[in-house]
């Protein structure tokens, strides 16, 4: 079940490279980079120094008492990669890819973002490591996370909005590897989730494993057992592999939750997983939202990070061979655990990370108060307060309760 | 011997590169691209490429995706693009090749959507993000119908990776000029003539190079024929001139501007 390293790029049928020629020779270098760097012991230095002095890990796996009693159920933990720096667990995969890049001499960074933790991140860890960082998002996404957009610039790095297509994520992964080919020869492509040819979807998952492999320590010091249950939110599904991945051979029960939008059926989400069907995008051979004809759909989600119509191929393999249940939680679901955490537990969540939260709470309730459930909490929701106040606002005739 | 290498064939023995040219199906209407395909026909085009429409085109610039986006949003679907070629096929035996990306043929099953395309009247098929290591059910398929498969390689492709590429390329090999997507390129560098030498040696006779990217005028087609390519492919020029010509005026205008281009693959 577990695939430590995909044989040409493929997890099952999934995955692979399905890229336009010229960016061939850039991602063979990149793989070279990757398998000559990965178990190099100053490689592992450099980033473990970074990932705790910088950006504060390890993270705690905290006992959400409160909430645990609200649920009555199963024990709640979640795993704080809120509390990393940037807010979210992105940091961890950007500093070990930027390190990368250092070491092949690459100074130009460029990347997409959706929510734009990931821009955040990529601006970090460019401004640390001294890279110039360039950040590809979607111009819907820039009006709805108009915060972040003032961080990257803060952080000095330049944000391009994108006005083609949806105007989310996918059209800023096409911009940025629009970019991609035309510099490829100076610029390095830091990619921000589980998704794209190989090697990023194998690469991300190696970086964003430190989540689960901390989760597995911290498990055995608190229950003496690895978790009962695992959830995670799934967009592109990077915290969500990285949460999985160091746990697929013990006997834990894992959910992967994506976005249902206004509902699955209505046609208007972005959970590829429950809804889709194969296809190939963005340099992978993975679970789509298309028509019958293979164009893309449009997607929606209220949170931008889980907006998205593909997701990892890890995610589509993991899938179909059952080791992992996919499934869908709404937006009104989302913004209702968005508000119970923020009161129960006074930790207000990423939106994204709000999908995974609404769906422990139901998971809890059928399973018994002697086991465990840990959610990875993604990020913190700072950025989504407006959001989720036009949201109420805009739902007032069916008022959610707390 | 399919429509594409006989084409190639007559050309050589009267001393003659190829003008490949590039429209987008259903841009902006499909009425403008038929009379847009007439000029090309009349002006002495050897080859068509018509491009079928993709949510995503992650290769292509400004000018493709906005003629892509248009013809989406008009309706553009697979049963009306068999349609217009059809209608192309009842006027021209024009060699044409389709555009389009992966999953275009991968959501129907390489073999459905060939065999389907191929009874329509299509001669070959160019897909930019097929990776050759991607390629063996596609090929199977294209070879089972007898369609011609029309590989990219780019400026930065490995002498090794050149060869294997086009061992698996039929009717000819698609060069990508510049590291760039389509479309205008105001200028181009040495290391473009630089990779269709080097392509040409390495190929020598064995399948004809096509060079293509931002190639939009009769000074660069001069530039890329000279360095040896054996076909110049123009796309975005065209859809600029379609765009910015009433319907009624499109064939004359795109007929005089293929034929200027026509002019610079005749024996000197």
Same mark, same amino acid.
């Given at each position: ?22 960016? *061939? ?10 398998? #000559? ?46 509390? $990393? ?76 909005? &994108? ?38 979807? &194998? ?74 069907? #194969?296809? *190939? ?42 080791? *992992? ?15 119970? $955490? ?31 459930? &840990? &959610? ?8 989504? *307060? ?17 | ?6 084409? =190639? ?44 429409? =993709? ?6 610039? %400004? ?49 459905? =959507? ?64 510049? =590291? ?27 399948? %004809? ?36 010509? %009433? ?19 005749? %024996?000197?």
């Amino acid at each position: 079940m577990k695939i430590k390293y995909p044989k040409n790029g493929k997890f099952g049928e999934f995955g692979g490279s399905y890229i336009p020629e010229t960016l *061939v020779p850039a991602v063979e270098e990149l793989e070279q980079a990757y398998l #000559k760097y990965k178990n190099d012991p100053d490689f592992k230095k450099e980033l473990h120094y970074y990932l705790t002095q910088y950006a504060g890990r390890p993270t705690p796996l905290y006992y959400a008492e409160n909430l645990t009693k609200f649920a009555g159920g199963a024990k709640i933990y979640l795993k704080r990669e809120d509390l $990393l720096h940037g807010g979210a667990h992105k940091i961890n995969n950007t500093l070990g890819q930027a390190l990368l890049a250092k070491r092949m001499k690459k100074k130009r960074i460029i990347a997409e973002t959706g929510a734009g933790q990931h821009g955040v991140a990529t601006a970090m860890a460019c401004s640390a490591l001294g890279l110039d960082g360039e950040v590809y998002m979607g111009y819907k996404d820039t009006q709805r996370q108009k915060l972040n957009v003032f961080r990257m610039n803060l952080l000095g790095t330049k944000v391009h909005p &994108v006005k083609d297509g949806t105007q989310t994520l996918k059209d800023a992964i096409n911009e940025a590897i629009r970019d991609w080919i035309t510099n490829v020869e100076t610029t390095y492509y830091l990619l921000g989730s589980a998704v794209g040819p190989h090697p990023y979807p &194998v690469m991300v998952r190696d970086f964003q494993s430190v989540i689960g492999d901390e989760i597995k320590t911290q498990m055995k010091k608190l229950e003496r057992k690895s978790p009962d249950s695992v959830v995670a939110c799934v967009g592109g599904g990077s915290n969500a592999i990285g949460t999985f991945y160091p746990l697929i051979d013990e006997d834990t029960q894992m959910y992967g939750v994506e976005a249902g939008g206004m509902g699955v059926k209505s046609g208007h989400h972005s959970a590829t997983l429950v809804g889709g069907s #194969k296809g *190939v995008l963005h340099g992978m051979l993975t679970y789509l939202l298309q028509d019958k004809e293979g164009q893309i759909s449009e997607t929606h989600s209220i949170s931008a990070g889980l907006d998205y119509p593909g997701v990892g191929p890890e995610h589509s393999y993991l899938k179909d061979s059952k080791r *992992v249940k996919y499934d869908a939680v709404n937006d009104r679901e989302a913004v209702e655990a968005f508000l119970l $955490l923020s009161k129960h537990e006074g930790i207000i969540p990423a939106l994204e990370s709000s999908h995974a939260v609404a769906y422990a709470i139901k998971l809890a309730r059928k399973m018994s108060k002697s086991e465990s459930i &840990v &959610v990875t909490l993604s990020g913190r929701g700072d950025k989504d *307060v407006e959001e989720v106040g036009r949201y109420l606002s805009k739902n007032v005739k069916n008022k959610i309760k707390v | 011997m399919s429509k594409i290498k006989s084409k =190639f064939k007559v050309l050589r023995s009267k001393n003659q590169k190829a003008l490949i040219a590039y429209v987008m199906a259903g841009f902006p209407t499909e009425k403008d691209t038929i009379s847009a395909i007439r000029g090309l026909v009349k002006g002495g085009a050897d080859i068509i490429e018509l491009g079928m429409p =993709f949510s995503d085109p992650l290769a292509d610039g %400004p000018v493709i995706q906005h003629a892509g986006f248009t013809s989406l949003q008009k309706g553009m679907n697979f049963s009306r693009f068999l349609e217009l070629v059809k209608k192309i096929r009842k006027e021209t035996d024009i060699p044409l090749v389709l555009m389009t990306y992966t999953n275009i043929l991968y959501r129907q099953g390489y073999d459905r =959507f060939i065999s389907t395309v191929k009874k329509a009247g299509i001669d070959g098929l160019i897909l930019p993000d097929m990776s050759i290591g991607e390629s063996h059910e596609f090929l199977k398929a294209a070879k089972k119908n007898g369609v011609d498969t029309i590989f990219l390689i780019s400026p930065n492709t490995e002498p090794d990776r050149i060869k294997k590429i086009s061992d698996a390329s039929s009717g000819f090999l698609y060069l990508v000029s510049v =590291f760039g997507t389509t479309g205008g390129q105001q200028k181009f560098q040495g290391y473009t003539t630089h990779a269709i030498k080097n392509a040409k040696k390495i190929l020598a006779s064995k399948i %004809p190079l096509g060079v293509g990217f931002g190639v939009s005028t009769p000074e660069q087609a001069k530039l890329m024929i000279s360095s040896g390519a054996d076909a110049i492919i123009v796309g975005s020029a065209f859809l600029r001139l379609i765009e910015g010509t %009433p319907s009624n005026k499109i064939e004359e205008k795109i007929r005089s501007f293929t034929s200027s281009l026509k002019k610079t693959t005749l %024996p000197e």
